[in-house]
Every structure is written in structure tokens, then in C-alpha cells.
């Protein structure tokens, strides 16, 4: 069965300190691999998604995701976070059959506290 | 673009008693539409996948007899939680997913639920 990873559950930063977010995955075929943000008292938002093409895909906020297929990763990085970074980030992945499928598979989650 | 909206926000009911929760893309037409559970402290888990015009997909060991899913148009899907006990309390998330944004998924805001 497919799963996902997130190896930190609670991860506190000082403001301007440098993020990095484990993400792993287990499935041998083509997967879509996102990272989705949520604010407290907010909905999920999507941060970034990587479907094909350049392994280091952008997001919004400055976020950005690198791709190792060799090491079923995909980790979530900001240079220098903020204090309007604190919020709680899901890795998932939807793995492909053939043609499109649409079940996404997440992690348990990252809680990320910056602190000022 | 790209709004899912989920009513109630919130809602206490008694144990025994059915409740009906909405998901309903506001800007967008979606055919598929996916409702999760999320434990506290715990990831999505998926419980369904709701497709317009026919039954739903429900994921093993999710009752279908229980979580009746209901997708009568290209904007709405309902979720009902019937003879609702306690240990159905949890926070209760849709998705939807819309048409020409391969594999993407916008997320409602949520719908919480304590059964008392």
C-alpha cells in the first residue's frame, strides 16, 4: 500500500532560520507529489505540486520542493521563514495507474511554530 | 477561483441522530468531489470519492451504510453521518476537484462535528 512520511511532527524556528521539511513516499510507479499549508482556523492551500519536468518545483511564499526519485523524497524548503509561516503542512502524493487518478495520499503532518 | 465551501462549520448533535454536511464548489463545475476525516493530531484520511451522477467510492473499512454521499449536481455533494455516535466526532473535510487542473484538489474549509 501506498504512504507517506513526514519524519518531524513538531518543528519550532526562530524567525529568519532556514526550513526544511522531510517528506518520503512509498510507490514504485508515477506519482504527483504536493505540498499543501494550513493556517490555523484556515482551509488547506496548496503550497506546491510537482508533476512532471524540473525536479525543483517554486511555490508561493518562497517555498520550494526538490524531487529525488532515487530517494522517494520530496522536502519542503524556505531559506528564511516567517512568523506568518506558523501553520501546519501536509506532504501528499496521488500515484498514477495508467491514467489519472485522484486519490491523494497524505502524511500526518508537520506543525511548524516560528518563533519572533 | 477555485472556492469550496462546507456547511455547517460546526454542529453538536445528539447520539442517534443524522447529520447532513454540504460541499459545494462555488466558482468551478466538479464531477468528483472527495470527503475526508481528520483525527486530531492525525493526517486526512480519505473516506470517499464522490462522483456526479453515480455512487460513490468509498475506502475500505468506511461504512457505507453510515457516511451516505449524495453528488446530484456538478457543485454540490453531501455527506450524511447517520445514527451519529460519539466516536463519529471528528473534523470532516471535502475536496473538489476541478476540471482541466489535472489532479488538483481545492479543499473546503471544514466541517466539525461532536456527537454528544
Known sequence: AQSVSQHNHHVILSEAASLELGCNYSYGGTVNLFWYVQYPGQHLQLLLKYFSGDPLV????????EFIKSKFSFNLRKPSV????????????????????????FGTGTLLAVQP | ???????????????????????RSLDFQATTMFWYRQFPKQSLMLMATSNEGSKATYEQGVEKDKFLINHASLTLSTLTVTSAHPEDSSFYICSARREGFYNEQFFGPGTRLTVL
Open chain 1, 58 to 65: 517554486k511555490g508561493i511564499k518562497g517555498f520550494e520542493a
Open chain 2, 1 to 23: 477561483g477555485a472556492v469550496v465551501s462546507q456547511h455547517p462549520s460546526r454542529v453538536i448533535c445528539k447520539s442517534g441522530t443524522s447529520v447532513k454536511i454540504e460541499c
Open chain 1, 82 to 105: 516567517q512568523w506568518s509561516d506558523t501553520a501546519e503542512y501536509f506532504c501528499a502524493v496521488n500515484a498514477r495507474y495508467g491514467g489519472a487518478t485522484n486519490k491523494l495520499i
